[in-house]
Nanobody
Framework: QLQASGGGLVQAGGSLRLSCTAS????????MGWFRQAPGKEREFVAA????????YSAGSVKGRFTISRDNAKNTVDLQMNSLKPEDTAVYYC???????????????????WGQGTLVTVSS
């Protein structure tokens, strides 16, 4: 129901835009988040956005570089990634918090619905 796309290989300092597309149901009423998992590491929170798009929350490691946005009419959530670093290399996942929370939260356990990830590789 959720599919992440847009990953690829980019040099350090470059940009990528990831997109999460929902199918089968609408996710416009839910907080949506992006997470990532680097090789050998646990999955971690990257950014999340309220159902309206009016409130966002980002991890400190990406603040000022990554921007999350959504288009409820298209049922998509995007992650614009700028000034990429080698440590941003990971598989990126989008997920939905189906609790109808009003504010985005970073706790991974709150996200119920996960999509397949997309690999982002940043070369130095």
């Amino acid at each position: 129901q959720l599919q992440a796309s847009g990953g690829g290989l980019v040099q350090a300092g470059g940009s990528l835009r990831l997109s999460c597309t929902a199918s089968g149901r609408t996710f416009s009423n839910y907080v949506m988040g992006w997470f990532r998992q680097a090789p050998g590491k646990e999955r971690e929170f990257v950014a999340a956005i309220s159902w309206s798009g009016g409130v966002t929350y980002s991890a400190g490691s990406v603040k000022g570089r990554f921007t999350i946005s959504r288009d409820n009419a298209k049922n998509t959530v995007d992650l614009q990634m700028n000034s990429l670093k080698p440590e941003d290399t990971a598989v990126y996942y989008c997920a939905a918090d189906l609790s109808r929370a009003t504010r985005p939260r970073p706790d991974i356990s709150l996200y119920d619905c996960w999509g397949q990830g997309t690999l982002v590789t940043v070369s130095s």
